[in-house]
């Protein structure tokens, strides 16, 4: 663990079991550049938060996006990339609340991982949606998720869904 991490170990959110299923939860701040004009959380900021979810989930498995990219976690540089996207905006969200940016596993394939994700302001669902990406090495090819990337969101995969 570097220093970083040792200083600030929720700084990637944490993994969460319990009577739900397991679950990734990130919790971020709505700030004056995540809004438009009247303060409400701008539709892309909901995206660059479910993103930042993914990299830290994938990052708590032990699989990060560097390691994937430069090639030391297989042979083939790669990249987990967005394949499909549905998103229901349900609330607006802003400027200064605090939210929980939640993802699970719903479902893996031989080269992709669809993942359920949430942004929630307390108890209440702000923003809904189910990605799909798909391991993709540099050349563009779709690639097999490997034996411990594949271990690591079995380990995630509860069949629950966000609820």
């Known amino acids: 663990m570097s220093q970083t991490q040792d200083a600030w170990p929720d700084l990637a959110g944490r ?3 319990d009577e739900s299923g397991r679950r990734h939860i990130l919790p971020v701040r709505v700030y004056f550049e995540d809004t438009d004009a009247g303060g409400i959380a701008y539709h892309a900021s909901y995206i660059r938060w479910c993103e930042r979810g993914r990299t830290d989930f994938l990052r708590l498995l032990g699989t990060d996006s560097r390691r994937l990219i430069d090639g030391s976690a297989s042979h083939e540089p790669a990249a987990f990339v967005v394949r499909r996207m549905n998103c229901d905006f349900l609330r607006p969200a802003r400027m200064d609340d605090v939210l929980i940016v939640e993802t699970r596993v719903k479902e893996l ?7 359920l994700q949430a942004v929630l302001n307390g108890e209440k669902r702000v923003f809904e949606a189910e990605v799909t990406v798909v391991l993709v090495a540099v050349s563009g090819k779709p690639l097999r998720l490997s034996t411990a990337v594949r271990s690591a969101f079995e380990g995630a995969d509860m069949g629950k869904a966000a609820g």
């Open 15 to 17: 993994i969460i079991d």
């Open 109 to 115: 394939g031989g080269a992709s991982v669809t993942l």
